[in-house]
């Protein structure tokens, strides 16, 4: 399979290291054209790809990723549309745009899905919200959802569903990021040394999030079972409402989301 990139900025390099890693595509058939800075080519030095300057090598491609920033998309897909043919899927994971706004730049007849992803695609633990075409063969889906799930789960939703999708699966690592920082500052602040916290608590985390999937327990169930009676755990929970840690997550949601 043939695989091509426009963009290999933060969410182009996590898929491309995603693809990579899962054998999708070898490098000999991975074909990248980065922007001007000089990013794309760091990254080839790294990663063995094909860097290329000239759209002509996507004629040979099955997929091709566009992940530049979402006001460049539409205009990049005009000058890419002669290069793209009917039997390549064109999977975009820039926000601001539809699958029809695709369509109309690239031609009906073009299979267009609309993917939103999240930074742990780099080690195939992505959660990918996907918008496929209407009229998108099943065959031709199958291929582009066989792609995709190499990087991580994928979730069909509808568009009006995406921008919120992505900023509950594409914003909340940051969020997430931030959490596991200061459980680990409140742990050196209790003696711990850093390396360990931060080891510590990222395992905590994965064994929370795999616990939480495995069982399908309701997250409060889950909460639960770790807090007993006049407990510690209990104490801590009372410390995070006192200090408004569901609004604040709430909030950040919602103020992501605008
Ligand atoms: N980051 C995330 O977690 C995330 C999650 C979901 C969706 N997204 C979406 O993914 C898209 C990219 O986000 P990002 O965070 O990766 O941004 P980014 O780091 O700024 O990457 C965008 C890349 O596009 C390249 N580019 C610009 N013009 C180009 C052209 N004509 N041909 C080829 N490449 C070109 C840029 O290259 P130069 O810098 O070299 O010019 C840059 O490396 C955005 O639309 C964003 O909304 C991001």
Redesign the pocket.
Known sequence: MNIGF?????????MIEGLLNAKTVVPENLFV????????EVLQKKLGFQLIKEYDAFKECNIIFI????N??LE?LK?AAPFISEETILIS????HTVEDAQAVLGSNIHVVHA????PVSVNAGMIGAVFAKEMPDAVKAEAMHVLESLGKVEEVSESLLGTF?TVA??S?AFVDIFMEALADGAVLEGMPRNLSYEVVAQMMLGSAKLAIKTKKHPGELKDGVTSPGGSTIKGVTALEKNGFRYAVIDAIKQANS
């Open positions: 426009i963009g290999a900025g933060h969410m182009g390099s996590a054209k980065g922007g001007s800075s000089g990013t794309a992940a530049t920033g979402a460049l998309v990049i000058e994971v820039a926000t601001g939103i992803p999240n930074t992505g594409g914003c690592p």
